[in-house]
């Protein structure tokens, strides 16, 4: 699409250029009644210059998702910021590997609707309300490997009854939560190749 | 190049300051060598084992010592050479917003499925991401230390996007620092980027540079957004370019600019060019010091 604008830009420059030579060569040979057609030349040059600078700033709305992507034969699932509220729609998509859902109006009646994502791998629950009730339905996700939990309202509490036993679970976003380090460093050291952000 | 300046030090546990903004933009000016004399330089002047990756038209060296991983992406080669022009058309020039495709699409959708990036600079950090991850990687993995992301012009929005997918990885970056860089996204990316990184992006920026000012004039483009953190470098009463041109049409008022006016707009533009390049801003980061 972009390419098309790249082209008409460039279509334009020339249909320019071509307005003025033929300017020239009608004045040179002084038959003015015939300046209508580098005239009409011109005026079509400057709308194809102009029209992927309109399209783009202000025809061209920007999507606001929900974002769904097939990457390397996997669902990816992109709801960061979109401007849809209700998440039940992810319960026919049991198939995802990756889901963002980081919006602050997802709680842990929301996350209900991932219970059969068994390839779900990464998930992102970055400025959610989830709590550590929530991260019960986790435990029976158990491709999980990525999790993102910044600022949240989890606690040690739910970290040791949920996460600590997700088998392959390896990286552990927890920045801005009450997770202490004590829990995560013991987490981490528990197997090698284990990452968090904190 | 002066001795002086051998022994420079990262000191991870001070807050941001001239000391990290000197010894990164030395690093952003050694990114420019070809890859034997950039590791002698860098070992020499760093104190850091520097390896340089070049794919297509993107260059970044990578560093590390015992308490750091430095990565520094090159800029815009020379725009008057074939590879410069290159270059500049493939990344500087095809300036669309877009949000690509396949996983680096998935990696920058977490910014929000609204957020849009510089086509350009996306190809680009595509481009050279995988032997630059597997570096980073390794590294990182061998010993986590505090990762350092720097880059003059195209490379400081290289290092800005790369940081970004470096989190996606959860390699925790510790300071981006870039000098004279341009914008990378639209307001939603640039907001993203502001709550993903808190107070660890600097963007130098000499008042008399017109590239950080990019690309929001191009004909194609949307509109684009800067992150934080600005740091405006070079004295504030110097005129510049843009407050030159607003003169001019104030001065102009009779309707004709007489020669003295565009002689003086001139001299204007071309004292713009070289502020741009990164021996000018490391020398005001010296006078900045000294001060």
């Known amino acids: ?198 | 190049m002066s001795d002086s300046v051998v022994g420079l030090k990262l000191d991870a546990n001070a807050n941001h300051d001239e000391s990290h903004a000197t010894y990164l933009g030395r690093a952003c000016e050694l990114a420019y060598l070809d890859a034997k004399q950039g590791s002698i330089e860098f070992r020499k002047q760093l104190g850091l084992d520097a390896e340089l990756i070049s794919i297509s038209n993107t260059q970044a060296y990578i560093g590390e010592n015992d308490g750091a991983i430095v990565v520094a992406f090159r800029g815009s080669e020379s725009f008057t050479t074939i590879d410069g022009f290159k270059d500049w058309l493939l990344t500087n020039a095809r300036n669309f917003l877009i949000l690509p495709e396949g996983r680096i699409g998935t990696d920058f959708a977490a910014a929000g499925v609204g957020a849009r990036f510089h086509s350009g600079f996306m190809s680009a950090l595509n481009d050279i991401w995988d032997p630059l991850f597997a570096k980073v990687d390794n590294a990182y993995s061998e010993c986590e230390r505090p990762v350092w992301l720097t880059g003059h012009s195209l490379g400081g929005a290289l290092a800005l996007l790369c940081a970004w997918r470096l989190h996606q990885h959860f390699v925790a970056v510790h300071q981006i620092c870039t000098f004279g860089a341009p914008m990378i996204g639209n307001d939603i990316a640039a907001e993203a980027f502001k709550r993903e990184f808190p107070s660890k992006i600097y963007r130098y920026v000499d008042i008399g540079d017109i590239v950080p000012k990019l690309p929001t004039i191009s004909l194609f483009s949307n509109s684009y957004a800067h992150c934080d953190t600005e740091i405006v470098v070079g004295e504030a009463t110097e005129k510049s370019a843009l407050n030159c041109l607003k003169e001019t049409a104030a001065q102009t008022v009779d309707g004709a600019i007489n020669s003295l006016v565009a002689n003086s707009l001139w001299s204007e533009v071309k004292k713009g060019m070289p502020s741009h390049l990164m021996g000018n801003y490391l020398s005001r980061l010296t006078s900045k010091r000294r001060q």
């Open chain 1, 1 to 198: 699409m972009f390419q098309i604008l790249e082209y008409l830009f460039f279509a334009g420059v020339l249909l320019i250029a071509l307005a003025v030579v033929l300017f020239l060569v009608t004045l040179v040979r002084k038959r003015f009644k015939r300046l209508w057609i580098p005239s009409f030349i011109l005026c079509v040059g400057i709308v194809t210059l102009i029209s992927p600078a309109i399209y783009t700033r202000i025809l061209l709305s920007v999507d606001l998702g929900p974002r769904e992507r097939m990457v390397d034969g996997e669902v990816h699932i992109s709801l960061n910021g979109w401007d849809g509220n209700s998440y039940a729609f992810l319960q026919t998509r049991p198939e995802t590997v990756v889901l963002q859902m980081a919006n602050a109006d997802v709680d842990d009646q929301a996350l209900q609707y991932l219970r059969h994502m068994k390839n779900l791998r990464e998930l992102d629950l970055n400025d959610s309300k989830v709590t550590d009730q929530g991260l019960k339905v986790l435990v029976e996700l158990e491709s999980l490997e990525v999790l993102r939990l910044r600022s949240t309202l989890i606690t040690d509490q739910g970290f040791r009854d949920f996460l600590m036993t997700l088998p392959n679970l390896k990286n552990l976003d927890i920045r801005e939560t009450s997770v202490s380090n004590e829990v995560a460093n013991e987490w981490k050291n528990a197997k090698s190749g284990r990452r968090i952000l904190r």
